[in-house]
Structures are given as structure tokens and as C-alpha cells.
């Protein structure tokens, strides 16, 4: 596995339109890209309303509009490989409906919507990049894309492709 970047997009959906509304960003969803040599392709790993999965960079990038996309300085495939544990897990609809929340109470909200048995996407983003000893301070359940994006473009780590 090779040129693992963090990205973040948007789509035409009505739910990336209520996502970019409450959480004042461009971005809607967090994601993980990969290169699979044995596969021969570049593969998203992503939460999505059908739960944590693998999905062909190909079909993905047909729905999804690329706001930025990030390399990271730190090596990221034992976060991925970690993260692979995670797939198949449910998507978190009640704690991404309690990221909304954050737009009327502020940053220092904490989601009262977890259930470590599921994951949205920025949540799923956080725990990749904790594994690889980055965004320690920030909240997985209670992390936005837009926050996400704002951590990745402040911190030195990382660089935009």
C-alpha cells in the first residue's frame, strides 16, 4: 500500500447540502484514499450511510466532488491497517445529527451521541489519525469534516496534493 492521502468532499445530495449548512463548511465528508498494488487500484475507505467500507476511487469520484486533499509527513499504513479492522461497522447517524448541534452551542460541545459500535466519517478520520500519534486533542465523535480540514491545513504535517 502506497500514497495514502486524507480528503475531503462534497457531493449534490441533499444530505452534503444539510452536512455543509450546519457545519458552515465546504467540505461534507472526510475520507481515506489508498493505492492497492495486488488490486491495482486506488481504493476509498469511508463512512458512509451504508456503513464503513471500501469503495473503487473509479465509482467514488463519479459522486463525490474533491474539496482538498492532503499527504501527511507521518507514515499512515498502520493506521490503515487499523482502520481496516473498523470496516464493515455501521454509520452513526444519531452522533453525526449531534455534530449539527455544534453550530448553535460552539467547539466546546462533546456529541452526547456515541456508540463506539459505529462510526461517521470525520469520527472514522480522527481515530485513523490518532493511530499515526496525530490529533490527539481532538474528539473523534465530536469532530466535524470542517474541523478536520482546518486541523490538516494548520498543522505541518500535512501537505495539500
Known amino acids: 500500500m502506497a500514497n495514502i492521502t486524507i480528503g475531503f468532499s462534497t457531493s449534490n445530495a441533499i444530505v452534503s447540502k444539510v452536512i455543509r449548512w450546519f457545519t458552515k463548511s465546504?467540505?461534507?465528508?472526510?475520507?481515506?484514499?489508498?493505492?492497492?498494488?495486488?488490486?491495482?487500484?486506488?481504493?476509498?475507505?469511508?463512512?458512509?450511510?451504508?456503513?464503513?467500507?471500501?469503495?473503487?476511487?473509479?465509482?467514488?469520484?463519479?459522486?463525490?466532488?474533491?474539496?482538498?486533499?492532503?499527504?501527511?509527513?507521518?507514515?499512515?499504513?498502520?493506521?490503515?491497517?487499523?482502520?481496516?479492522?473498523?470496516?464493515?461497522?455501521?454509520y452513526d447517524f444519531w452522533s453525526a445529527f449531534g455534530l449539527a448541534a455544534?453550530?448553535?452551542?460552539?467547539?466546546?460541545?462533546?456529541?452526547?451521541?456515541?456508540?463506539?459500535?459505529?462510526?461517521?466519517?470525520?469520527?472514522?478520520m480522527v481515530l485513523f489519525l490518532q493511530q499515526a500519534g496525530l490529533a490527539l486533542d481532538l474528539d473523534p465523535e465530536s469532530t466535524t469534516p470542517e474541523d478536520l480540514l482546518q486541523y490538516c491545513l494548520q498543522n505541518s504535517n500535512f501537505e495539500e496534493v
Not at 495486488?38 to 469511508?46: A, N, Q, S, Y
Not at 471500501?54 to 507521518?74: G, P, R
Not at 455544534?102 to 472514522?124: I, M, Q, T
Open 26 to 90: 465546504k467540505a461534507s465528508h472526510a475520507y481515506i484514499a489508498f493505492d492497492d498494488r495486488d488490486l491495482g487500484r486506488r481504493i476509498v475507505m469511508e463512512a458512509s450511510l451504508y456503513g464503513y467500507k471500501l469503495v473503487q476511487h473509479e465509482h467514488w469520484s463519479k459522486k463525490n466532488k474533491v474539496v482538498k486533499e492532503f499527504t501527511c509527513k507521518k507514515r499512515l499504513t498502520e493506521s490503515l491497517k487499523y482502520m481496516a479492522g473498523e470496516l464493515g461497522k455501521d
Open 102 to 124: 455544534r453550530r448553535w452551542v460552539g467547539k466546546w460541545y462533546k456529541n452526547p451521541f456515541r456508540d463506539p459500535k459505529k462510526l461517521h466519517c470525520s469520527e472514522a
